[in-house]
């Protein structure tokens, strides 16, 4: 589908399911979150957000089973420059705080192989969720590297987490890209999650329990980081993932 009026009927009625070169308006979401078991979800071409003086979810992403995933060349880009203040979530203009909402996702479910640029604030918020396998992601905010007229010689973009784990267990974020600003990978509660194979660049690195705290941090198993190298200035890069290759010139 190319419209994006069309996606309530879709996902009500189909399992297989191809966004194609969406434009979606301000202050909408791609609503995922009550997918039919099995579904498959394909991004295709550029999917662009517009501009809205709000805080909203750009995509949220529910259901039993499901796969997410992406053409080779197809983009979602944030527009995050419409946004940037320097400031990010602590204050200046309100702002879309999370690209991606991932809740309640059980089953043998899969995101993968997805290029996101360009986020307002944070990207993956991962919650109530199990069995959850996520890969061959690239987050690209480079761009918010460079300060803009609105932040006061800071970088533009601020607080651009790229995953944050809460409340989920049994899943494992792996062989993926982070350029940003903040956390690579936060994690606050959960059992048996696993974080392998990730390359950070620019980023905090990785958190444990960072993200305003949890009560559930008494049952909270920690988490195991394994192969996660992080570099902290960015530089003209190509990036070798175990089952693509995703080769972009940034400046």
Not at 73 to 92: F, H, I, M, P, Y
Not at 218 to 234: E, H, W, Y
Request: glycine letters at 10%; charged letters at 15%.
């Amino acid at each position: 589908m190319t419209e994006y009026a069309a996606i309530p009927a879709a996902t009500a009625a189909c399992t297989s399911i191809t966004l194609d070169g969406l434009t979606v308006p301000g202050n909408s979401t791609i609503d995922l979150s009550k997918l039919k078991s099995g579904t498959k979800v394909t991004f295709k071409g550029k999917t662009f957000w517009e501009y809205a003086d709000a805080n909203y979810a750009f995509i949220k992403v529910g259901g039993s089973n499901i796969e997410i995933t992406a053409d080779e060349d197809a983009v979602l880009d944030g527009n995050g420059q419409a946004w940037w203040d320097g400031l990010g979530s602590n204050g200046g203009l309100t702002k879309p705080n999370h690209f991606i909402e991932i809740s309640k996702v059980l089953g043998n479910s899969s995101v993968h192989d997805i290029y996101i640029e360009n986020y307002p604030v944070h990207c993956f918020a991962i919650s109530n969720s199990a069995g959850l396998d996520i890969h061959h992601i690239t987050l690209n905010n480079s761009a918010g590297y460079a300060p803009n007229n609105r932040s006061n010689g800071l970088p533009a973009s601020h607080n651009s987490d790229g995953f944050d784990l809460g409340s989920t267990n049994d899943t494992t974020v792996r062989d993926s890209v982070v350029i940003n600003q903040d956390d690579c990978v936060a994690v606050t509660s959960g059992n048996n999650i696993l974080v392998n194979n990730m390359y950070c660049n620019g980023s905090h690195g990785l958190s444990i329990g960072s993200v305003g705290g949890k009560s559930s941090m008494s049952s909270f198993q920690l988490p195991i980081f394994d192969r996660v190298p992080l570099t902290l200035s960015f530089r003209q890069q190509c990036y070798q993932h175990i089952l693509h290759q995703l080769c972009r010139s940034e400046r």
